[in-house]
């Protein structure tokens, strides 16, 4: 997501500095970028205090390990970049007088009890569980974030995200999307978690992209969810991925991991009317441009 971010903003005619510590990311995400003009990369983890030379227009607070893979096994790393980075990246912004936009998640909402999801709802979260960790660390990024906004006059938004897909995305992240395009390709069998009557919605990169710089030009504090409201199965949606990439198995079925919600879907009535953003990107061509990625880095 934040090399789509770097990309977009560098094509609008940005300077950008991304700053990472490349603990779950690629250094070859970005490494297209590394030669345009007004790029540049600090490998920081900005767990720790961290500086950027000159003035500063926005910050976007994208750090933090996303994958139930990646946060299970950097439970303590997840927790304290959502907490301390948040922090320092929003006092970053604070020093800078710079607009903050932190990346928050449809996690927030846990397993909700209201459908679709509305910002004003509070959710249904396990404090304790396997998640938590990624799940509490985004509820503390939004209420550190909320906190400077009031006391300090940080000019903070956050953007709830919800399942987004692309090129770009690692084979081993354990999420829906790479594990069935990496499956359809190999022409395996589709692991389905549950029953594979969960819903989700996909939205893709482009899209959710164009949401967070529309946000961070506006004036909008939110919270705002960014998302595709069409809401599919997830045996629906491997049916997609089997019909786009032209092979896949059959379904093979494991037991639901502890936490996962049943169901998903985002309310974007507020990014309609405050950002004039809904996404445009259809699921077949996104998982066109997507497989075709993945395609090519498998070779096949």
């Given amino acids: 997501m934040g090399s789509h971010l770097c990309e977009t903003l560098i094509d609008l005619g940005a300077e950008v500095v991304c700053v990472d510590s490349f603990i779950t990311g690629s250094r070859d995400n970005v490494k297209h970028l590394k030669d345009k ?72 909402y846990g397993d909700p009890l209201e459908h679709p999801q509305t910002e004003t709802y509070r959710g249904n979260v396990d404090p304790i569980g396997p998640r938590a960790v990624y799940d509490e660390a985004k509820r503390y990024g939004e209420a550190i974030v909320s906190a400077l906004r009031r006391s300090a006059g940080l000019d903070a938004a956050i953007v709830r995200i919800f399942n987004t897909y692309g090129p770009r995305m690692r084979l081993d992240d354990g999420r829906v999307v790479p594990a069935f395009v ?7 069998d589709f692991t389905v978690f549950g029953d594979g009557t969960q819903t989700r919605s996909f ?50 079925f494991r037991p639901l991991p502890e936490g996962d919600p049943t169901r998903r879907r985002p309310d974007i009535q507020r990014a309609r009317q405050l950002l004039g953003w809904e996404p445009s990107v259809s699921l077949d061509e996104g998982l066109k441009l997507t497989i075709n990625w993945f395609r090519s880095r498998l070779g096949k």
Avoid: W
Avoid at 45 to 52: A, K, Q
Avoid at 182 to 188: D, G, H, S, T, W
Avoid at 218 to 247: C, D, W
């Fill in 37 to 108: 003009p007004g790029f540049s990369v600090l490998e920081q983890d900005i767990v720790e205090e961290f500086s950027v030379d000159g003035p500063v227009h926005v910050v976007f607070n994208l750090a933090s390990p996303a994958s139930p893979i990646d946060y299970g096994k950097l439970p303590i790393e997840t927790l304290r970049v959502g907490a301390i980075g948040t922090e320092n990246a929003a006092r970053l912004a604070l020093t800078k007088m710079a607009r903050f936009v932190q990346a928050s998640t449809s996690e927030i």
């Fill in 182 to 188: 990496a499956q359809a390709l190999r022409v395996e």
């Fill in 203 to 252: 939205c893709y990169i482009s899209d959710l992209v164009r949401g967070i710089i529309l946000l961070g030009q506006s004036k909008h504090y939110g919270p705002v969810n960014l998302g595709n409201p069409r809401e599919m199965t997830v045996i629906e949606f491997a049916e997609a991925v089997r019909q786009a990439a032209g092979g896949g198995g059959k379904f093979v």
